[in-house]
Each structure stands twice: as structure tokens, then as C-alpha cells.
């Protein structure tokens, strides 16, 4: 049993940055790949980026490729998103999701955070 808290969404402007945290509680991150995925108002929920449990190789969506940043840190228990250079596009919740993945394809959410909002403005 996982349960997933995220923090640190909010506005910020466009071409800023921000942070976004994913506090696990429950069993340990090693034991899942751990994904960020983003639903924009009127828009299907899409995957962001994963990080794999074991190898620690990342992916990411073509469109925050060299933008955005996963990351782990195993004595918190805890997952990032480190986001650069914001646009408005990447307005959205943002979930963070425990579960498996198959080389760098995500492939099964096991458990989901609660979102936190990221909006970014013009």
C-alpha cells in the first residue's frame, strides 16, 4: 500500500520554474517506477516523465523534453519535477502515480497522488 501526497504547484509566469514534490508513504520508492502525468481543462490526462525503479533511466513527453526534470531521493521517500521554462500549454493538475514500467515506457499505474494545480500564465 502507497500513498502519494504532491506539493509545490501554484502560478508562476511564463519561462519560470517550479518544483513540484511527491511525499510516498507506505512501501518504498525502490520498489516502483514512479511517473508524473498532467490533465489540462477539456483534455484527456497525459504522461510527463517517468523514472525507473531500478535502473533509475528517466523518459520524458517530446513536448517537456529538456525542459522538465524527474528525480528520486530515497532517504525522503520522495519524487520531483523540477520544471523549466514554463508555458501556458503546461498549465494542467499534475499527478504523481506509483507503478511499473518496461524499459522507458511507462506501462501500469498502480497508485495515484491526489494532483496539484500548475498554472502558468502568459
Known amino acids: 500500500q502507497v500513498h502519494l501526497v504532491e506539493s509545490g504547484g501554484g502560478l508562476v509566469q511564463a519561462g519560470g520554474s517550479l518544483r513540484l514534490s511527491c511525499a510516498a508513504s507506505g512501501r518504498t520508492l525502490r520498489s516502483y517506477a514512479m511517473g508524473w502525468f498532467r490533465q489540462a481543462p477539456g483534455k484527456e490526462r497525459e504522461f510527463v516523465a517517468c523514472i525507473d525503479a531500478n535502473s533509475g533511466s528517466t523518459s520524458y513527453e517530446a513536448s517537456v523534453e529538456g525542459r522538465f526534470t524527474i528525480s528520486r531521493d530515497y532517504a525522503k521517500n520522495t519524487v520531483y519535477l523540477l520544471m523549466n521554462s514554463l508555458k501556458p500549454e503546461d498549465t494542467a493538475v499534475y499527478y504523481c502515480?506509483?507503478?511499473?514500467?518496461?524499459?522507458?515506457?511507462?506501462?501500469?499505474?498502480?497508485?495515484w497522488g491526489q494532483g496539484t494545480q500548475v498554472t502558468v500564465s502568459s
Open positions: 502515480a506509483a507503478g511499473s514500467a518496461y524499459g522507458s515506457r511507462w506501462s501500469q499505474t498502480h497508485y
